[in-house]
């Protein structure tokens, strides 16, 4: 009965069907977009322990710049620290960019996704390495580590492991590559080690340096007090009475994507705005919960006088009853497959007005599919208990008309 309700009225069922799948569609792809966003920095194996440090100032405004000599006088005087580790953006701080060439295959193009690290990067920071060896890649000072997208850019038809490139007409021997596939706020194409940068290796007079720290959770407020004297012990600035209203705090790695500060290296996507991304999606779906219960209940007298012809016959509750959950059950899941094609079909275009790539990996991981499944039995039993709900307040007002119009 179920069925054959749906192809009897096909313009009822293609309204409900279709308006459910687009409000559907729309909150799936927002929260893919959201999930996307929360999960940025956590496939490293140390994330939970790892931190980036940040200075505040006496009115509180915090700055992720720090003088790169604060990482060495942390590893010798606080314990508690097991890992530092300084990264540098050379180009994204200034706006700037390099050329890089192949010269061997006259391949040139001008690039900013430069990085500088201690070579100790990948202690901290275990990425997947399609080539090399990630305890040695950074150990030359000549050498330098790529994404995959750019050795696909710069070595189309070769290995290249070994080869020459020219960054800003230095040369460097490729040690590594690895796949850049994953979130983090750590994206780059070229990876240097600071050791072919010996400026940046130790001062106080600036603040290029954006510090990485491994520790226990547990130590991190005794770390935090020990972060400032650090400073004023070996900084000798003159202006050591002006410090004393600064001071350091930790950031945990999985909140740097998500939390604006006052100002950063990176752009984040604060919580605010994912919180307001979520209240978006709530929305869409409501109204199009609204729309899907108003277009079934509009059907009531139609459908009570079946079930009342239906009773006559025999029928008992639960046969009526099973009638009108099947239908519901055939309609979500039409909706539910159409909802899948659209969001999958919309994905690249909606990727690109987010400037956030999403994959159809991303868009049916197991988290977003957990939450589709219990979203949609959730709205299963919401829309029938309204459903019901209505058509018991219109039996009760108007049973008796229904009734005398089936005899008549």
């Known amino acids: 009965m179920g069925w054959r309700n749906l192809v009897k009225r096909k313009l009822y069922a293609s309204l409900e069907i279709g308006g459910l799948a687009l409000g559907l569609s729309c909150t799936l792809l927002i929260v893919a977009y959201y999930v996307n966003e929360i999960g940025y920095d956590q496939s490293f194996s140390k994330s939970n322990k790892t931190y980036r440090i940040l200075h505040v100032n006496a009115e509180g405004n915090r700055y992720s710049g720090l003088p790169s000599a604060l990482a060495h006088h942390i590893r010798e005087e606080v314990p508690q620290v097991k890992q530092v580790v300084n990264v540098f953006w050379p180009l994204t701080m200034f706006s700037q960019t390099t050329l890089v060439e192949n010269r061997d295959a006259d391949i040139r193009f001008y690039e900013d996704q430069l990085l500088v690290v201690d070579t100790t990067f990948f202690d901290l920071f275990d990425f997947y390495f399609i080539s090399g060896n990630p305890k040695t890649a950074l150990r030359a000072k000549e050498s330098i580590v790529i994404s995959k997208t750019m050795a696909e850019k710069y070595f189309p038809d070769s290995s290249p492991m070994g080869k020459v490139l020219l960054v800003g007409n230095v040369e460097t021997v490729v040690t590594g590559v690895i796949d850049e596939d994953i979130k983090t706020h750590l994206t780059f194409g070229f990876l240097r080690p600071v050791t072919a940068y010996p400026h940046l290796i130790y001062t106080w007079e600036q603040t290029l340096a954006f510090s990485y720290i491994e520790v226990e959770e547990a130590d991190v407020p005794n770390v935090t007090a020990q972060l400032y004297p650090v400073v004023l012990a070996h900084s000798k600035t003159a202006n ?35 919180v307001m991304v979520l209240v978006i999606a709530l929305f869409i779906l409501v109204i199009a919960i609204v729309n899907f219960i108003n277009l079934t209940t509009s059907r009531f007298t139609e459908r009570m006088q079946a079930m009342g012809i239906n009773s006559i016959f025999g029928a008992t509750g639960t046969n009526l009853t099973s009638h009108v959950v099947l239908e519901f059950v055939i309609t979500l899941g039409f909706a539910s497959l159409l909802c899948i094609a659209i969001s999958v079909s919309v994905l690249p275009f909606f990727s690109e007005l987010i400037g956030t790539r999403l994959t159809a990996g991303d868009l049916l991981s197991p988290t977003i599919i957990f939450i589709f499944i219990i979203g949609i039995y959730e709205l299963r039993k919401f829309s029938l208990h309204l459903s019901f709900s209505a058509a018991t307040f219109y039996f009760g007002w108007f049973s008796f008309f229904i009734l005398l119009s089936i005899v008549v």
């Open 240 to 274: 050591a009475k002006y410090l004393e209203g600064f001071h350091h705090t930790l950031q945990p790695l999985k909140d740097i994507h998500t939390t604006a500060i006052d100002w950063d290296v990176i752009t984040p996507t604060s919580h605010e705005q994912l």
